[in-house]
């Protein structure tokens, strides 16, 4: 039997199709009812009604028109956690623009590498961020935007729902960003993860807790309950982690969704968690270890489900619910997908059950990108025949759960055995005094690497005692060589690990093998 899953097929995207005006298709029914809601430790900031949002959308889209661009011109969006982010990435989309929403935390440098990629016509900043030099895109203000709310409405321009509508760039997972071209037809692929992760419905509510510009917020966090007529609910742009708890309890959340890295902030200050609207959580971004997923039942008496993805086509791997898979899965693929775990080596046929290799998704499934803007390098090993791949290691089993082990370039060599760090992780996060932990392969002299484990410890933990406990609990390859006791972890801006940083905070000389 061969490592392939396939749960019947997802309706065709309809045409003409137009992604803002799917989304914001509430407005017609429940036009009063609130839409988004910003909210901080201390009140309610905004509320917006689905007729308000529509009408702000499509005034603020007839407002770029004004402005002289056309169709097919990119907007980059830099904004920070403000209504007018989602508001400006709807208008773009309603009037075939295309927007490009980035962090409003980048560097000059990084900003410039973004500009010579994208080449846009407009730039959206805030009183955050300045508009950046050597350009001769249109800057358009916050202030600017907020005015543009007052111009007339424009119409949404409907079309083939393949062609583009956003650009947005990865993160976290490689050392240089692409920027994914997807089309329309994007959110109509979404319906999938509603049904099959979420198991949302119009009387939700949804905190999300990670910044606009990321995929995970602006689909998981806005587009998708709105598509489904819930109501969204953001924290405010100075709203840290720490308030999270007290805004689960005060503003009755059913739903809440943020990466592995929020759930750990927020565990790591409070046991007990007063939630009585939730339901249960949501995650992506990164593997979520079982000891978190465990302290947060403990907390609120709800489990998290979790969701595998990529931002080339969002996540299609989910537990939901209905599912009863084991706690170190990722889940099963959503119906109306189609899954393969093809060899690391090459070759486009499946790899066998419980056999590792990399975790790939069919080209033609709904949510797959257009493609790179740049396009690819010459020998990528990105397409397969029929299969996109991850870049993720896995194994699926004969239910077609699939296990996540890594990526493929984070997978460490011992004696030329492939070895996942997420594997070594899980087993040291079973002893009782290790709060968080990260393991990599590092190089100590030419040519000589080892596995290394990071971590932080509720006291000062020796590194015999953690050899020991791995002694009896690992093969003798998978078993660290050295360890690292921190006072943190490095940790990207939306809470995924970032593991090329660890050997970093060694300093240039830690001689250990």
Not at 303 to 316: D, L
Request: net charge neutral; with cysteine.
């Amino acid at each position: 039997m061969r490592s392939v899953y396939g749960n019947g097929d997802h309706p065709r995207c309809p045409a003409p199709f137009n992604l803002a005006a799917y989304a914001l298709s509430f407005a017609d029914v429940t036009p009063n009812k609130p839409a988004l809601i910003m909210v901080n430790s201390e009140s309610v900031t905004e509320t917006w009604s689905y007729g308000a949002l529509r009408n702000a959308v499509l005034s603020t889209a007839y407002g770029f028109l004004k402005k002289g661009l056309c169709p097919r011109d990119r907007i980059l969006l830099r904004l920070g956690n403000s209504v007018e982010f989602p508001i400006a990435y709807l208008a773009s989309i309603a009037v075939d623009l295309v927007p490009v929403p980035i962090s409003s935390q980048l560097t000059e440098r990084e900003i410039a590498a973004v500009i010579t990629t994208i080449q846009p016509k407009a730039i959206l900043t805030s009183g955050e961020t300045e508009s950046p030099e050597q350009t001769n895109a249109v800057q358009i203000s916050h202030e600017e935007l907020k005015e543009m709310q007052k111009e007339p409405l424009a119409d949404f321009v409907f079309g083939d729902p393949n062609r583009l509508a956003f650009i947005v760039f990865t993160s976290g997972t490689s050392a240089h960003p692409h920027a994914v071209m997807h089309a329309h037809r994007a959110i109509w692929a979404r319906q999938m993860m509603v049904r099959d992760w979420y198991q949302l419905s119009a009387s939700d509510r949804l905190l999300h807790a990670g910044a606009f510009n990321w995929t995970f917020t602006l689909g998981t966090g806005l587009l998708d309950p709105w598509a489904i007529g819930a109501t969204a609910l953001v924290p405010g742009a100075n709203s840290s982690f720490d308030s999270i708890p007290y805004l689960l309890e005060k503003y009755d959340v059913s739903l809440f969704a943020a990466a592995p890295g929020v759930y750990r902030s927020i565990l790591k200050n409070m046991s007990k968690l007063n939630a009585p609207s939730l339901r249960h959580g949501l995650c992506a971004g990164e593997k979520l270890q079982p000891s978190v997923s465990k302290a947060w039942k403990r907390a609120t008496g709800t489990k998290i489900y979790e969701a595998f993805g990529m931002t080339e086509c969002s996540t299609f791997i989910s537990h939901n619910p209905r599912l009863n898979c084991a706690e170190n899965t990722v889940g099963k693929p959503q119906t109306g997908r189609s899954v393969a775990i093809l060899p690391i080596e090459g070759g486009d046929q499946p790899v066998g059950l419980g056999e590792i290799g990399i975790i790939s998704i069919a080209t033609n499934d709904s949510g797959m990108m257009l493609g790179y803007l740049e396009g690819l390098k010459s020998g990528s090993d990105v397409y397969r025949g029929n299969w996109f791949l991850t870049g993720d290691i896995g194994k699926m089993d004969a239910e077609g759960t699939i296990t996540y082990l890594g990526r493929n370039d984070d997978l460490m060599n011992a004696g030329g055995f492939k070895v996942s760090p997420i594997e070594v992780e899980a087993v040291l996060l079973t002893h009782h005094d290790v709060l968080s932990v990260a393991v990599s392969q590092i190089e100590v002299k030419n040519d000589v690497t080892i596995i290394a484990a990071f971590f932080l410890a509720k006291c000062d933990l020796k590194e015999d005692e953690l050899k020991i406990f791995a002694s009896t609990r690992l093969a003798r390859y998978k078993q660290p060589r050295a360890y690292f006791q921190l006072e943190s972890l490095p940790y990207g801006p939306n809470g995924k690990l970032l593991r090329r940083n660890l050997k970093q905070l060694l300093g240039p000389s830690n001689d250990q093998a």
